[in-house]
């Protein structure tokens, strides 16, 4: 190996450390969570919780948004075949505008434990504790960048949301959600303006600009598919859940 290699290889055999100390102490099934899609003005929140093997290294592991495109998807089939445990959950448009996008958050990471077949005994958040869990659990900062399952969590949840936004694109590729997954660009901006509100797009998120008069945009109706059954139907594709 050359010294970037080696470096790399360093770095992802560092992610692990948190996770062999707790193993040595006797935990040994200790699950990582993390979600995608907290800041985007449309679909889905989408969490993920994985258990990683203890004996399997995977290469390039990392925080998913460190990583290119076709990285994360590599990487995410590498997490699916060496992972012991996997789920994945979501809260939706609706349930996002009615509770908070914090408290959707919450109930998506519940989602995603609630779905793994083998439970975790010890959960890592991204600088997030899920309450009412009721297992013990530690919130990291930067979790995503510091403990494999929390970066495997973090791709899990980043790759499902964007086959997603994929989906929606096929049915309005005019809003351009293929490419920028529904963030507040200003393409997307422009889109909202130009064709009009979605009823996937979060109607909180929008409300101020449009009570300051900086976003015109009349109401558009278009059918899309619930966003668990496309989820559902993507997972089913590796085998998930586990």
Do not use: W
């Not at 495109?69 to 089939?77: L, T």
């Not at 434990?113 to 930067?142: C, H, R």
């Amino acid at each position: 190996m050359n010294e970037k290699e080696v470096k790399e290889r360093e770095r992802v055999s560092e992610l692990y450390r948190i996770e062999d100390e707790l193993h040595k102490k006797g935990i040994e099934l200790v699950g990582g969570t993390d979600e995608a899609g907290r800041g985007p003005l449309a679909g889905p929140v989408v969490a993920a919780c994985v258990i990683l093997k203890p004996d399997v290294f995977i290469d390039h592991l990392n925080d998913s948004k460190k990583l290119s495109e076709k990285r994360r998807e590599e990487v995410f089939k590498e997490i699916v075949e060496n992972a012991l445990s996997i789920g994945v959950g979501l809260s939706d448009v609706a349930e996002i505008d009615e509770i908070n996008i914090l408290q959707a958050d919450y109930r998506a990471m519940k989602r995603a434990i609630a779905a793994m077949k083998t439970k975790p005994q010890f959960v890592i958040g991204d600088a997030v504790k899920i309450p009412d869990l009721g297992i013990d659990q530690n919130p990291l900062v930067k979790a995503d960048a510091k403990v494999a399952a929390v970066a495997a969590a973090s791709i899990i949840a980043k790759v499902t949301r964007d086959y997603i936004m994929r989906v929606y694109d096929s049915v309005v590729p005019e809003y351009g959600f293929a490419k920028h997954k529904a963030y507040g660009t200003k393409a997307h901006y422009e889109a909202i303006e130009k064709y009009g509100i979605l009823p996937i797009h979060r109607r909180t998120f929008l409300q101020k600009g449009i009570e300051a008069g900086k976003l015109v945009a009349k109401e558009r109706e278009v059918a899309f598919e619930d966003p668990n059954q496309i989820m559902n139907d993507f997972l089913r594709q590796y085998g998930l859940p586990d």
